[in-house]
Nanobody, 115 residues
Framework: QVQLVESGGGLVQPGGSLSLSCAAS????????MNWYRQAPGKVRELVAF????????TYADSVKGRFTISRDNVKNMVYLQMDRLKPEDTAVYFC????????WGQGTQVTVSS
């Protein structure tokens, strides 16, 4: 069964850090680019970062460049998002998916940055 399960979100103060995880199953994980997205209330889903399957090349949205780091473990079928120097505008539900995207998304994990 194809499944994506995100975890690691929470409430953090501005300037703080969080580490998100995504467990993938049911497809050949190591062959796919993996993406992290986020969706804030009332806004469209935004691609935050992605990582290629073989050489691990990473690409980031300008809004998170220099603060977020995406990584993956092709043995454990996991993708991670380390988020540092968080800002209130990073508040959103964070999702992972592959490229091309699976139709069925995970439940996401809520990240709230607030003092």
């Amino acid at each position: 069964q194809v499944q994506l399960v995100e975890s690691g979100g929470g409430l953090v103060q501005p300037g703080g850090s969080l580490s998100l995880s995504c467990a993938a199953s049911g497809f050949a994980f190591s062959r796919y680019t993996m993406n992290w997205y986020r969706q804030a209330p009332g806004k469209v889903r935004e691609l935050v970062a992605f990582i290629s399957p073989y050489d691990g090349r990473r690409t980031y949205a300008d809004s998170v460049k220099g603060r977020f780091t995406i990584s993956r473990d092709n043995v454990k079928n996991m993708v991670y998002l380390q988020m540092d120097r968080l800002k209130p505008e990073d508040t959103a539900v964070y999702f992972c998916n592959r490229h091309p995207a699976l139709v069925s998304w995970g439940q996401g994990t809520q990240v709230t940055v607030s003092s």
